[in-house]
């Protein structure tokens, strides 16, 4: 009976991911059978502590924070938890030998987002490195099905992409950052006087990072490579997009991709991937 929950636990995970985002659960429909449940995993840990810090509001994050922290490690140490979405998680971490270090980098980075802040270069550096980039480096883990030498080769590239990935969320969410969470992650810029000067220059920054990115796709093994260059395709999609729009429009209106644009996306990506034109 063990199994079923352990099938159980996965489900939730992949219910999560669906409900949350249709990119990556696109995205995810790429990748080789065998490396979907895995990222479905991923997904939903990080969700849940995103959730936290972002959603619960009338409660008291640090407190449900820190206890999601601490389940978090007793599920690693004893390899099972009443949580489903831990329980999954573990079982991966476990799997694919994830470090817990990539786990408390981004946990930290999930605690900083407790406070109303504006980011300082190193606060900020340090947010994109909890945030996104490990957990680029998690999945990687999983790509690479255990390759060490082809995992450090590519842990440069996958920071990138999660990177490039952070910042376009950054700069699609920041009205509402800013109004309501109370949030400036850009340093040494002044978003009540947020002018096109200053989202070129972010831009500049996140176009050098899908470009290493993109660089990383191309090596991945073909299994993985699909699948992430469909959640590629999706943000440089919303990055353009992004690009297009002035900066006072920024703050009126959440840009996104709509659901038709995505699935057609999603065949023009397959058949450039079919045709090995990437």
Known sequence: ??????????????????????????????LNRALRN????????????????????????????????KETHLALEEGVSTNPVLHSFQM????????????????????????????????YEKYILGSAEVVGLMCLKIFVRGDQRQYEALTPYAMKLGSAFQKINFLRD??????????????????????????????????????????????????ARFGVYIAYMYYYALFQKI???PSAHIFQSRIRINNPK?????????????????
């Open 262 to 278: 995505k699935y057609r996306l999603f065949v023009s990506s397959y058949l450039r991937h079919a045709l090995n034109l990437l």
């Open 1 to 30: 009976m063990m199994e079923l929950y352990h099938q159980s636990s996965v489900r939730i995970n992949k219910l999560i991911t669906r409900a949350y985002s249709t990119s990556f659960s696109l995205g995810i429909l790429g």
């Open 174 to 223: 920041v009205s509402a950052d800013f109004n309501t969470l109370g949030r400036t992650y850009f340093p040494n810029v002044d978003l009540s006087s947020f002018d096109d000067d200053a989202k070129r220059a972010i831009e500049e920054d996140i176009a050098m990072d899908f470009r290493m990115g993109y660089e990383g796709i191309l090596r991945l093994p073909k299994g």
């Open 92 to 123: 991966v971490v476990h799997e694919f030998k994830i470090d817990q270090s990539l786990i408390d980098t981004f946990l930290a980075s999930m605690e900083m987002d407790l406070e109303d802040r504006e980011y300082n270069q190193a606060e």
């Open 38 to 69: 895995p990222i479905y995993s991923i997904y939903g840990f990080v969700r849940v502590a995103d959730e936290i810090v972002d959603s619960f509001h009338g409660h008291d994050k640090a407190v449900l924070l820190k206890r999601f922290w």
């Open 243 to 245: 690009m297009r729009t």
